[in-house]
């Protein structure tokens, strides 16, 4: 779904047969990852398509010359195998060719992971915290913090019409807000398992990780709202924890920083926390014996 905005489609990647299609239409046979919109995800973009086309020459070479040389050497035309056991030359050729194809590939990916990697002076750091099964978000410089849910229009329609409800599970109530032309740092942890706060238009996704913090930077370069998910498996509502960017300019930023430390400061978020039903609540249940786990064990205990 989240390629439904960014990604290229198998249209624009075989000449331009689906540009009549709508995007939306497209984005149902999309099979490239999308470009993003961050000068990283570019770089990473260019970076994916580099490689691949070394791969497909790769791939058309030695599948050409093993299927040409399987037709050409057949044995209906009386082919004889040749009977040499060793050759020099040939091992110095396909040892030194793969090592100039790796360090052509090696250096541009070097550098693009050090682009990503360099989180040196952020205008800005905000903490995210993976929690089963939501997000928070604490802005260290302007000390604004909140838990970022799954929205209730997308919680609501799990069990009715998905259909239903705009941005389904990519929908929060709190998104995370940040301003463009920033130079903003994400520190990355976990209160209890592994999570991954990922965005694809960011073009990257980072493992959030209990006892560990991970870093990561981004420059949004334009107003929008940007939508990802949780991207490692991280218990039952693994998929109930989406992630909302929202990219503002520098004033409506400040704007927002100002509301929310008002209403911070009387004692609460502008939009609250929603309130769960109590079968999707996204709180770790306490044991009990109606956990259906528990029964199972205390049936098999009693047996013993
Ligand atoms: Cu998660």
Redesign the pocket.
Known sequence: MWLRNTSLGVGSIFGGSMTLATREASADWALNMPVGITEISQQVYDLHMYILWICVIIGILVFGTMFWSIWKHRKSKGAQAAQFHHSTTAEVIWTTIPVFILVGMAIPATRTLIAMEDTSSPELTVKVT?Y??KWKYDYLEDEVSFFSNLHPSSRAAVFEDPSQAENYLLEVDNPLVVPIDKKIRFLITSDD?I??WWVPDLGWKKD?IPGFVNEMWTRIPEPGVYRGQ?A????KD?GF?PVVVVAKSEEDYQQWVADQKAAQGLGGLIAPEPRLAPEMTSETPPPSSSSPVKAVVDTAAAKL
């Open positions: 993976g089963q099964w398992v999570h991954s959030a949780c490692e498996l991280c218990g693994h924890m």
